[in-house]
Structures are given as C-alpha cells and as structure tokens.
C-alpha cells in the first residue's frame, strides 16, 4: 500500500472494511484474465502429464508451475534457466550428504541442521535470490525422502525425479509464455506505469471540472492498495542495465506516491475556484504527457506552467502532486525508458558474484540464517523425535514464511495458515468427502483441479496483502490430491499436512518473534539511517586511483543501496501488519520514512551521474582544478548526510557546515578552467553545476523535513 493511503485507511474493524477490501484485492485489472489463464494452463498441463506418467513430486510441479509465469520471453528463459540450474546443484548437494552421512545418523543431524542454515543464508546473501530459493525448496522437499527406510538406489532415483517433475513444471511454463508473448506483445511494466498516469490525470481532469466520477475515483484507490510490488518484481526480471533499472526503480516509486497522492485528493470537495481548476487542468495535461515522455521519444513536459503561487484554496496535495511529475521527468531524463538514453560506451561492468559484496559483513545475513535453520532445525528434529514424517511440511512453511521483520513474517503466517485451512480441510477434505468418491476419469478431476486452481490462481494476482493466501489454497489443495496417483481414501494425509504446517508457523513464531526480532517500523529506520550512511560512502567515492578498483568499490556501494531500498520498502509492508497501541504513530513514521526515500533515490542517482565526473569517463573529461573541488564539494555532501544518520541515531552533531560557498568555488572554478576559446570545455560541463545544485536543494530539503517539521 502507498504512504499517503497509509495514514487514511485503518486496520479493519467491521464487515463493511473486509468488504472493501476483497473488492478491491479482487477487482478485475489489464492483464490479470489472461495471467490467470496462463497460470492454470500450466498447472493443468502439469497435472495431466504427472497422473498420467505416475511422475512424482506431482504437487510441487504444479505449484512451481502456478506461480512462475513471467512478462518477457527473455525473463521467462532466464526464469527456467535459474531455476533448472538451482535444482541440479540442489539435486548434486543432496547426493553427495546423503552418500557421504547417510550411514551415520549423528553426522546426518548435523549434515542437516548446516543445510538448513545454509538455505536461509543463501535467501538473504545470494545475488540471485530465485536460484536461492530453488536451491532450498529443493533440499527440504528431500530431506525426508533420504530419511526414510528405503534402499540407497530408491533414494537416489527419488531425487532425480524430483529435479525432472520440477524442472519439466518450468519448461511447460515457458513453452505456454512463448506462445503467449508471441500471440499478445506487450510489457507489463509499461503497462502497469501508463495506467497509473492515465488514472491519475483522468481524476484530476474531473475535479477541474468540478465533477466526480466515481468508477475513477475507485480504480484510483484500487491502484494505490495494489502498490508498487508487480512492478518491481517486473523490473528485476527485465534486461534493464543497472544504471537504467536505478532511474526505473525511482520513477515506479515516485508514481506509487502519486497514485497515492490522488487517491487521497478523491477526498478533498471538487467544488473549487475556477483558478484551482484551471491547475487540476494543468497538471492533468502534463501527467498525460509523461507516458510519451517516458516510453517514447517525446520532449520532456514543460513544468514552467504549474510554478506560480497557489491560488486560494488549493488542496496541499495538488502541489505535492506537482513536485511529483516534475520530479518524475527529472529522474527519467537519461532513463532507459526514454528513447534517447545511451549507456556510457566505457563503463566498466564488475563480474557476476554469487553472493551479495556484504555477505560475510553484514551480520544480518548470518542472523536470518541462523533463525530460519533454527526454526526448520526445531521443525526437523520434532517430527523425526516423535516418528510422525507426515509432519514434514513444517520444514517447507518454515522456508516460505521466513522475512526479516516480525510483521512481514506474521503476514505471510497468517495468510499460509488461512489458506491452508481453505485448501487443505474445506476444499480438500471436502473434495475427498463429497467428491472425489463419485469421479472416475482424469476428465472428471480436471474440472475438479481447474475448480480449485482458477480461483486460486485470482487470489494469488492480487496485490500483496492477499496474494499469499492464493498460493496457499493452491499448495495444500495440490499437497492433499497430488502427492499420490489415486485418489485418497483417508483423511490421514490432509491431516498430517495441516499438522505440519501449524508445526512450522509455532517454530517461526518462536525463533523469528523471540530471537532478534523486531518492529519492522523499527527496521525501516535502521534501514534508513544505513542506507544515508552509505549514500555517504558512495559520495566520497571513489578512494583507489585505480580504475578497475574505483569501479568495484562503487558497484559494491550502489548494489548494497538498491538492496536496502527493497529492504526499506518490505519493511514497510509489514508495518501494515502489525498492531498495538503505537499503530497510528508508526503508519505516520512509515509514511515519512517513504517519502524521505524517495527523496534519497533522486539524491542516489543523482551522484551516479556526478560520479562520471569523478571517473573522468568519456565524454565527462574535467580539467584537474575542476575535479579537485568537486572532490572538495562532494565531501562536504558527505559530511552533510554523514550529519543527518548521526540525529537520527540519536547522537549529537556540532558545527554544521553549509555547502554553498564550495558550490560557488566549483562555479567559478569552471569558468576559470575553460576558456572562451575552448566552448567545448564548457559544454563537457554544461550539466555538472546544475547537478549539484540539484544535490543541495535535495539535501537542504532532507534536512528540513525531517529535523524541522
């Protein structure tokens, strides 16, 4: 959810709120019909080819099957690749434990309770988090497999067949988002930006026509609940190059903020003055010129049309809704969405890694590893202790629910346990009691699986509140009918997998609530106060003289922010699931904390782009005394947000410098260094003065905002 319906909606308190909500979760949008489609085309596939075959692992293909569809044929191969290499080093790694402790059980315990560990660091350290995940999923879905009493050669056979129903789960996948792609181009993150902008604009064109529509005014609001998440996970999965996705990644978010913003407006009068709508006007023609603008190659929106004084009775929100688009046209110029973006033809890219630069000094990774290996490990022992591998699903919902915060991780709890119960004893025991007896052919259990998958698949589209518990019903459903090539006659497994399940939601209850847990409003803030610490750093870089070395230093800093930037806007989430007396306080400190975010972001790829200068890259050569009081001034930019971590943390800072004068020395410095009679000197550095003017009033406004209001 957005920041500014943050602090309009409240927790549900009747009936009439969850009806709302579901119609808004559930309300069809572009493209949500046809992700269905696909969706439960490929689990069905799936299904046929699996009971067909007597292929096992049945549930898990169906599920990774259901939830894998991708928005580009380049990210779907990129999908199927990660994850067909994730389950073959899954696939290796279990053999090899399993031939090498297999034979003694105390070395097998501990073999196990490192895997698990293992799983969760890799969640949080690896680059590639899908990969991650795969390898994971894998391993657990084994662990009981090479538990049980069979011969080694069934054990072995057993996990080749799990990475065979897996991977060929991904490949009918990509065969059904080719065809698709081939059939319906189109970029759903285009799209979904488009439609944002349009809604937008088409809310204020009402209100200056002093008008209401109401079916707009709803889209809006549903558009503000849905956030920004597909969108995000759309961007990670693109081909965009790490300084474009960094433009993009700012311009989804300042978007975000203006649906919010909009949304918000719906409830302000649209009775106004004719000079106030004549602004609504304004900015609703601008905000219909920004797609253009963005996705096309289209001059940029003349913002000088919405800079004069606000007129009498002006809604705050119009103005913060103009700072906005301007913004939005400032971060995208040179933007990858933009046709006239080309990428330096000198940067140097560092090489893939497999874990993140902080991985080992960052002790976050290492505690998320050790609270979800603990809670699996706890889940392990206990359904080994007592003998009951029914149970073994603990393990995977240990897996699935594992975030960072308490309240991310009690969403996803909550969502897990809810739709297990609907998939799993509703419509599982349901189907086996009342169904299941009377159908006799895989026809009449298709119509039950597409029954059951179809509306599963709709949940599981919705935004983030909700989208969890679709999968849900999907995978205890898949978990009850799948696993075995007949159809079950006792209730025994439904209720071994509920069991399992309630097992890892009281053990991630008691490691992740107990053990460094924490308010994710609280984590929002530590995010925060890193990421301005190493904004920071970032300004001061870069420290080697050395290229290849400058370049590494700077890619380690600016991948550690963006990280931390999805990090913060988790956290925020799960803010949104969290209760208690300081409820209110802390959706009012979230929706700061966002938009003093956006802010950084402008500020982060703002010093991307002064870093040229620093890097004397091609076409960014500047004379020495130039370079020396940039350098001068971009230390003092550091001092300045180094400044703003240290109040936030609480300490407290003395004598406070002001970066105007190095600002003037660099101005001057620039005219002094370039000759008349060299006008190409000056025009290599026609955009470095107005750049770090643009630092300055964002700093100056940082500062004000949060130390002054």
Same mark, same amino acid.
């Given at each position: 959810?957005?920041?500014?319906?943050?602090?309009?909606?409240?927790?549900?308190?009747?009936?009439?709120?969850?009806?709302?909500?579901?119609?808004?979760?559930?309300?069809?949008?572009?493209?949500?019909?046809?992700?269905?489609?696909?969706?439960?085309?490929?689990?069905?596939?799936?299904?046929?080819?699996?009971?067909?075959?007597?292929?096992?692992?049945?549930?898990?293909?169906?599920?990774?099957?259901?939830?894998?569809?991708?928005?580009?044929?380049?990210?779907?191969?990129?999908? &199927?690749?990660?994850?067909?290499?994730?389950?073959? %080093?899954?696939?290796?790694?279990?053999?090899?434990?399993?031939?090498?402790?297999?034979?003694?059980?105390?070395?097998?315990?501990?073999?196990?309770?490192?895997?698990?560990?293992?799983?969760?660091?890799?969640?949080?350290?690896?680059?590639?988090?899908?990969?991650?995940?795969?390898?994971?999923?894998?391993?657990?879905?084994?662990?009981?497999?090479?538990?049980?009493?069979?011969?080694?050669?069934?054990?072995?056979?057993?996990?080749?067949?799990?990475?065979?129903?897996?991977?060929?789960?991904?490949? %009918?996948?990509?065969?059904?988002?080719?065809?698709?792609?081939?059939?319906?181009?189109?970029?759903?993150?285009?799209?979904?930006?488009?439609?944002?902008?349009?809604?937008?604009?088409?809310?204020?064109?009402?209100?200056?026509?002093?008008?209401?529509?109401?079916?707009?005014?709803?889209?809006?609001?549903?558009?503000?609940?849905?956030?920004?998440?597909?969108?995000?996970?759309?961007?990670?999965?693109?081909?965009?190059?790490?300084?474009?996705?960094?433009?993009?990644?700012?311009?989804?978010?300042?978007?975000?903020?203006?649906?919010?913003?909009?949304?918000?407006?719906?409830?302000?009068?649209?009775?106004?003055?004719?000079?106030?709508?004549?602004?609504?006007?304004?900015?609703?023609?601008? /905000?219909?010129?920004?797609?253009?603008?963005?996705?096309?190659?289209?001059?940029?929106?003349?913002?000088?049309?919405?800079?004069?004084?606000?007129?009498?009775?002006?809604?705050?929100?119009?103005?913060?809704?103009?700072?906005?688009?301007?913004? %939005?046209?400032?971060?995208?110029?040179?933007?990858?969405?933009?046709?006239?973006?080309?990428?330096?033809?000198?940067?140097?890219?560092?090489?893939?890694?497999?874990?993140?630069?902080?991985?080992?000094?960052?002790?976050?990774?290492?505690?998320?590893?050790?609270?979800?290996?603990?809670?699996?490990?706890?889940?392990?022992?206990?359904?080994?202790?007592?003998?009951?591998?029914?149970?073994?699903?603990?393990?995977?919902?240990?897996?699935?629910?594992?975030?960072?915060?308490?309240?991310?991780?009690?969403?996803?709890?909550?969502?897990?346990?809810?739709?297990?119960?609907?998939?799993?004893?509703?419509?599982?025991?349901?189907?086996?009691?009342?169904?299941?007896?009377?159908?006799?052919?895989?026809?009449?259990?298709?119509?039950?699986?597409?029954?059951?998958?179809?509306?599963?698949?709709?949940?599981?589209?919705?935004?983030?509140?909700?989208?969890?518990?679709?999968?849900?019903?999907?995978?205890?459903?898949?978990?009850?009918?799948?696993?075995?090539?007949?159809?079950?006659?006792?209730?025994?497994?439904?209720?071994?997998?509920?069991?399992?399940?309630?097992?890892?939601?009281?053990?991630?209850?008691?490691?992740?609530?107990?053990?460094?847990?924490?308010?994710? &409003?609280?984590?929002?803030?530590?995010?925060?106060?890193?990421?301005?610490?190493?904004?920071?750093? %970032?300004?001061?870089?870069?420290?080697?003289?050395?290229?290849?070395?400058?370049?590494?230093?700077?890619?380690?800093?600016?991948?550690?922010?963006?990280?931390?930037?999805?990090?913060?806007?988790?956290?925020?989430?799960?803010?949104?699931?969290?209760?208690?007396?300081?409820?209110?306080?802390?959706?009012?400190?979230?929706?700061?904390?966002?938009?003093?975010?956006?802010?950084?972001?402008?500020?982060?790829?703002?010093?991307?782009?002064?870093?040229?200068?620093?890097?004397?890259?091609?076409?960014?050569?500047?004379?020495?005394?130039?370079?020396?009081?940039?350098?001068?001034?971009?230390?003092?930019?550091?001092?300045?947000?180094?400044?703003?971590?240290?109040?936030?943390?609480?300490?407290?800072?003395?004598?406070?410098?002001?970066?105007?004068?190095?600002?003037?020395?660099?101005?001057?410095? /620039?005219?002094?260094?370039?000759?008349?009679?060299?006008?190409?000197?000056?025009?290599?550095?026609?955009?470095?003065?107005?750049?770090?003017?643009?630092?300055?009033?964002?700093?100056?406004?940082?500062?004000?905002?949060?130390?002054?209001?």
């Amino acid at each position: 959810m957005g920041t500014a319906v943050a602090g309009t909606i409240s927790w549900p308190s009747s009936l009439l709120w969850l009806r709302n909500f579901l119609r808004d979760e559930l309300a069809p949008y572009p493209g949500r019909a046809a992700l269905v489609a696909r969706m439960a085309m490929a689990a069905s596939i799936v299904m046929l080819i699996d009971m067909t075959f007597k292929i096992p692992y049945g549930a898990y293909a169906a599920m990774y099957a259901l939830t894998t569809s991708r928005d580009s044929p380049e990210a779907t191969l990129r999908s &199927v690749k990660t994850t067909v290499v994730g389950f073959a %080093i899954a696939a290796a790694y279990v053999l090899i434990g399993g031939v090498l402790f297999s034979s003694e059980p105390a070395l097998r315990v501990v073999w196990v309770l490192a895997s698990l560990f293992l799983m969760f660091f890799l969640m949080s350290a690896a680059t590639n988090h899908l990969a991650a995940a795969r390898f994971g999923y894998l391993v657990a879905i084994t662990l009981t497999l090479w538990d049980s009493q069979l011969r080694s050669e069934q054990k072995v056979v057993g996990t080749l067949w799990a990475i065979g129903s897996l991977s060929l789960a991904n490949v %009918i996948v990509l065969v059904i988002e080719l065809v698709y792609i081939r059939l319906y181009p189109v970029d759903q993150l285009t799209g979904a930006l488009t439609e944002r902008l349009q809604c937008s604009a088409s809310v204020l064109r009402s209100m200056g026509q002093g008008a209401r529509n109401e079916l707009t005014e709803r889209r809006i609001t549903q558009l503000a609940v849905l956030g920004t998440s597909r969108m995000r996970r759309d961007l990670l999965r693109s081909d965009y190059s790490s300084e474009s996705r960094e433009r993009a990644s700012a311009v989804i978010a300042l978007v975000g903020r203006l649906v919010d913003l909009g949304a918000n407006l719906t409830y302000f009068s649209a009775q106004t003055s004719p000079a106030v709508r004549l602004r609504f006007d304004q900015l609703a023609r601008r /905000i219909e010129g920004l797609p253009d603008f963005l996705f096309g190659s289209q001059p940029r929106p003349g913002p000088s049309d919405v800079v004069m004084p606000a007129p009498p009775g002006m809604p705050p929100l119009l103005l913060e809704m103009e700072d906005t688009v301007s913004t %939005i046209a400032e971060v995208a110029s040179g933007s990858k969405f933009h046709g006239g973006y080309y990428p330096p033809p000198d940067r140097l890219e560092s090489p893939k890694r497999l874990l993140v630069y902080d991985a080992f000094s960052n002790r976050d990774h290492v505690k998320f590893g050790i609270r979800g290996g603990l809670a699996a490990g706890v889940c392990y022992l206990t359904y080994n202790l007592i003998a009951w591998p029914g149970i073994s699903t603990a393990v995977t919902t240990c897996l699935l629910t594992a975030l960072t915060t308490v309240g991310a991780s009690r969403q996803k709890q909550i969502l897990r346990f809810s739709g297990a119960l609907v998939g799993g004893v509703i419509l599982g025991f349901g189907a086996q009691v009342f169904l299941l007896p009377a159908i006799d052919s895989i026809a009449g259990f298709l119509i039950l699986f597409l029954a059951v998958t179809i509306p599963a698949a709709w949940i599981a589209a919705s935004g983030p509140r909700l989208s969890y518990f679709g999968v849900q019903i999907a995978l205890a459903f898949y978990l009850i009918n799948l696993q075995e090539f007949k159809f079950q006659v006792s209730l025994t497994i439904a209720r071994d997998r509920v069991a399992g399940i309630l097992l890892g939601l009281l053990a991630m209850w008691l490691v992740f609530d107990r053990l460094w847990g924490a308010p994710a &409003v609280a984590e929002m803030e530590r995010t925060f106060v890193s990421n301005l610490r190493l904004l920071g750093k %970032i300004m001061r870089a870069p420290a080697s003289q050395d290229a290849s070395e400058a370049i590494d230093e700077i890619d380690s800093l600016r991948e550690t922010i963006n990280a931390n930037f999805d990090r913060l806007r988790q956290h925020a989430d799960g803010v949104m699931v969290e209760f208690g007396p300081s409820r209110e306080s802390n959706l009012r400190l979230r929706s700061q904390i966002l938009d003093w975010q956006l802010q950084l972001r402008v500020l982060f790829i703002l010093r991307t782009a002064l870093l040229k200068y620093r890097l004397r890259l091609s076409g960014f050569e500047t004379p020495e005394p130039v370079r020396v009081a940039q350098q001068a001034l971009d230390m003092q930019f550091a001092d300045q947000i180094e400044d703003m971590a240290d109040r936030l943390s609480g300490k407290p800072v003395a004598n406070q410098q002001r970066s105007e004068p190095l600002l003037l020395a660099l101005e001057q410095t /620039i005219q002094s260094s370039c000759p008349t009679e060299l006008p190409e000197c000056l025009l290599a550095l026609r955009s470095l003065s107005p750049l770090c003017h643009q630092v300055e009033s964002i700093l100056s406004s940082l500062d004000q905002q949060m130390f002054c209001s």
